[in-house]
């Protein structure tokens, strides 16, 4: 399991990656429908449809077969194995956004889960008083000032802005398990993840079907809130209610 | 006859007294508590028995809404052209659609453990926000606050953020887009509409 990082190679990726969103971009750029946070609405929502359709006939499905078949413990375990890859580039983040207090408890946590957590399957770090964080390249630049822009889905991720869009280019051309030089193992893993990730969604899933009177544009205004949110760590100042 | 009237109002101003004697923080705790207790220990919630869920919310959680708030709030500005009829069909129909989310909410995350954090508040304060956090596995925890407001009654909880979503707010570029589209009737159909369906599906 070689960790790549080429820098030659991961520039290569994030040029591909700046390509894709920037012909998302154009394309989006004729159709419009008067809200000023998404330009792009109509592109937006043939994406957001063809992600609708993917999950549907496929990742939902086995996320479901997924969560019936496995016990709640192997389950766990799966998520604290990806969430202890995830925490190293969590403790960078934090320290790019100038929190080192946070970073070195977020390195602490892999050291500790890594080691007596057994390859991170038993989250011990979070039962020792280290709470895990969640940030990620779109939130650093967020930190440092860089606004939203405008509102994109992108394909099979899902929704993002502009700057979140950068920071996922980020995100993926550093993510340890992207990089693993054997192409089945990779695979496998990063298949592996997103069926626990989704697995994990299925609870709120139900609530957004609940709640949405639009689907799209339920989802976009809470996920708007919600990167408002994680940017300033859960205290974001309060908007304006009029 | 006099008596009883004069003993009912004594009742009912107590009750008030009593109700807006309960510190906000201490208020959230007490029905997060008792309605959580009762969703783990009744089986026919747990097999989803949507009905029985919808009337323990109705019972113990509604009371303690201030639905009239949570409209306007989720119309802004377009508010402004609703009658005063048009906004209570909206209210009606809004606070279903809501009562349903949270009825839902609270069945699928039966199993978390909930958490609530330090309070403090002057005692002058009539708006407040009360923060509680939900565990979750492998992940970091999801805030859950409640914003309240003190009115004749008491403490009104008026709004509820889910890691950050405003389940109030987040409406709000919906509701204006179904008003530019077909004013407030509009609204209030696709609202009724929502509902429909979501009823017909719990039967």
């Known amino acids: 399991m070689a960790y790549d990082m080429n820098p030659k190679n991961i520039g290569a990726r994030i040029r591909s990656a700046v390509i894709v969103v920037a012909l998302a971009g154009s394309l989006g750029g004729c159709a419009t429908s008067g809200n000023p946070k998404d330009p792009i609405e109509g592109f937006n929502r043939a994406v957001y449809g063809f992600n609708e359709a993917v999950d549907t006939v496929l990742i939902k499905p086995v996320a479901q077969g997924y969560d019936a078949v496995l016990p709640t413990p192997v389950r766990t375990g799966v998520t604290n194995f990806f969430g202890n890859i995830a925490d190293l580039f969590i403790g960078v983040n934090n320290l790019l956004q100038g929190k080192p207090d946070q970073a070195v408890s977020d390195l602490g946590r892999v050291l500790i889960n890594s080691t007596v957590g057994i390859l991170g399957l038993f989250d011990v770090a979070t039962e020792a008083g280290l709470e895990k964080h969640e940030e990620d390249f779109g939130q650093t630049f967020g930190r440092w000032g860089v606004g939203n822009g405008a509102y994109v889905v992108v394909p099979i991720f899902g929704p993002r802005t502009v700057r979140d869009t950068a920071g996922l280019v980020l995100d993926v051309a550093v993510d340890p398990l992207a990089n693993i030089g054997n192409v089945p193992t990779r695979n496998s893993l990063l298949g592996l993840r997103l069926v626990d990730t989704r697995a994990d969604l299925l609870p709120a899933d139900k609530v957004i079907e609940e709640a949405a009177l639009d689907k799209y544009s339920y989802v976009r205004d809470g996920y708007l809130q919600r990167r408002r949110n994680l940017v300033h760590d859960g205290n974001p100042p309060r908007e304006l209610l009029d | ?203």
């Open chain 2, 1 to 203: 006859m006099k008596r009883l009237i004069g003993l009912f109002a004594a009742l009912l101003f107590s009750v008030n007294v009593v109700a807006s004697d309960v510190a906000p923080d201490v208020l959230v705790k007490n029905v997060t508590n008792e309605v959580l207790d009762i969703v783990r220990k009744d089986k026919d919630i747990q097999a989803g028995n949507t009905k029985k869920t919808l009337e323990l919310v109705e019972a113990k959680v509604l009371p303690h809404f201030n639905f009239q708030r949570m409209t306007q709030l989720a119309l802004g500005r377009e508010g402004r052209q609703a009658t005063p009829e048009q906004l209570r069909v909206l209210t009606g129909e809004f606070r279903d659609l809501l009562v349903r989310t949270y009825s839902k909410a609270l069945t699928e995350f039966r199993d978390q453990e909930i958490s609530f954090k330090p309070f403090k508040m002057a005692a002058t304060e009539t708006d407040v926000k009360v923060r509680t956090e939900i565990k979750q596995t492998g992940g970091k925890p999801a805030q859950l606050d409640y914003y309240l407001e003190k009115n004749a009654a008491g403490w009104k909880v008026y709004d509820i953020e889910v890691g950050g979503i405003s389940l109030v707010t987040n409406y709000r570029s919906t509701f204006a887009q179904e008003i530019r589209a077909g004013g407030i009737d509009g609204l209030i159909r696709s609202l009724q509409e929502k509902n429909k369906t979501a009823d017909a599906r719990a039967k």
